[in-house]
Structures are given as structure tokens and as C-alpha cells.
């Protein structure tokens, strides 16, 4: 079965400086997809990133990248110049090429201090 | 254009009680996921409707849980005799293909909330 860790279950930021949120996950498959996503308290999910396992580049959008290390199934999420809107619950997903059967981490809930 | 909408945003109920909660996706879009988020926790898959195709109920977590999608639109995920444990958020997520590839991505609704008194 696939499980996705995320070890940090919160994580404070000062505005305009950079955190980094980590992710792991377990899996047998070659082919899979990897997701961050954001939960601000309006509950909506809101999709930040996402990284194709057969891609070594890491997707960067804006000011959010990852570091993808696919033999360490290792997937963090980097913030630049952190926003007071950043603040939210941050999950990272792990879903196999084939499937539509998304696996979420527990979140890390990320605080952003003026 | 309108997101996923969820009814209600949130129900109390009492334990015994049958609950239905609704989701409104994203117009055209094919494929529809129900997944519970339980305090604390990350998101878990509940079942997924594609198109005309049977749907994945994989993830219900017991037989008291059911979903159904008319029309291939609105989706109705019904809880038969509500329990303390069943309280969580369930979030409603819709996407265009269902597909499996990375450009299909979900669109959350905001959920709804249950507490089961």
C-alpha cells in the first residue's frame, strides 16, 4: 500500500523568508504523480504543485518548488519570500499513474508571522 | 465559471440518524470523488464516479455508506445510522477527465462538516 509522511505537523515561517516542508512517501510503482496541495481555513483544497515521477526536473510555480528525490521518495515543498497568505494547511498526495485513488499525508499546518 | 459547491456546509446530527450530503461539480466535468477528512487527518478516498462507468467504491469504509450520481452530475453520499466516528469534513472534488494523467486535476469543494452528537 502506498503512505504518504509528512513529519512536520506544524511549521512557522517569518514574511518574506523561505520554508521548506517535507514529504515522504512508500511505493513499489515507477510511474506515479505527486501533488502539494492547500487548505486555508475555507476548507477548499487548492492544488499549489504537482511533479510527474518520470520528470527529474522539479516543478517550480511561482514562488513555490519542490526538491523531488525519487530514490529516497523524498518530495519537499520550498515557499520563497513567504505571504501572510501563504498560511494554511499544506498536504502533500501521492496518486499512481493508473489510478485515481489519491493518498494523502496528515498536513502541516504552517503559520506565517508578520 | 462556478467551483464544486457542497450542502450543507454543516449538519449535526444524532447518532442513529441517516444523513445525505450533496455535491454540485465543476459543469462538464466528468469524474467525481468523494473523500473524509477526519480532525487531524489527511484526506481519505471514499469512492469515485467516472462518467456512465461503475462506480470505484473501494474506499467506503463500511456498508452504512453509499453515493450515488444522477445524471452523471449532482452526487449524493448518504450515511445509514450515523456513529460518534463518522464525524468529519467530506470533501467533494470534481475533475474534466478522470483520467489517469497529471492534467487531470481535482477541484475541491469546501466541504461539509458533520458532527454525529
Known amino acids: 500500500a502506498q503512505t504518504v509522511t509528512q513529519s512536520q505537523p506544524e511549521m512557522s515561517v517569518q514574511e518574506a523568508e523561505t520554508v521548506t516542508l517535507s514529504c515522504t512517501y512508500d511505493?513499489?510503482?515507477?510511474?506515479?504523480?505527486l501533488f502539494w496541495y492547500k487548505q486555508p481555513p475555507s476548507r477548499q483544497m487548492i492544488l499549489v504543485i504537482r511533479?510527474?515521477?518520470?520528470?527529474?526536473q522539479n516543478a517550480t510555480e511561482n514562488r513555490f518548488s519542490v526538491n523531488f528525490q525519487k530514490a529516497a521518495k523524498s518530495f519537499s515543498l520550498k515557499i520563497s519570500d513567504s505571504q501572510l497568505g501563504d498560511a494554511a494547511m499544506y498536504f502533500c498526495?501521492?496518486?499512481?499513474?493508473?489510478?485515481?485513488?489519491?493518498?494523502f499525508g496528515a498536513g502541516t499546518r504552517l503559520t506565517v508571522k508578520p | 465559471g462556478a467551483g464544486v459547491s457542497q450542502s450543507p456546509s454543516n449538519k449535526v446530527t444524532e447518532k442513529g440518524k441517516d444523513v445525505e450530503l450533496r455535491c454540485d461539480p465543476i459543469?462538464?466535468?466528468?469524474?467525481l470523488y468523494w473523500y473524509r477528512q477526519s480532525l487531524g487527518q489527511g484526506l481519505e478516498f471514499l469512492i469515485y464516479?467516472?462518467?456512465?462507468?461503475?462506480?470505484?467504491k473501494s474506499g467506503l469504509p463500511s456498508d452504512r455508506f453509499s453515493a450515488e450520481r444522477t445524471g452523471g452530475s449532482v452526487s449524493t453520499l448518504t450515511i445509514q445510522r450515523t456513529q460518534q466516528e463518522d464525524s468529519a469534513v467530506y470533501l467533494c472534488?470534481?475533475?474534466?477527465?478522470?483520467?489517469?494523467?497529471?492534467?487531470?486535476?481535482?477541484?475541491f469543494g469546501p466541504g461539509t462538516r458533520l458532527t454525529v452528537l
Open positions: 472534488a470534481s475533475s474534466y477527465l478522470g483520467l489517469a494523467d497529471i492534467t487531470d486535476t481535482q477541484y
Open positions: 511505493t513499489s510503482e515507477s510511474d506515479y504523480y
Open positions: 511533479q510527474e515521477a518520470y520528470k527529474q
Open positions: 498526495a501521492y496518486r499512481r499513474w493508473n489510478n485515481n485513488d489519491m493518498r
Open positions: 459543469s462538464g466535468h466528468t469524474a
Open positions: 464516479f467516472q462518467g456512465n462507468s461503475a462506480p470505484d
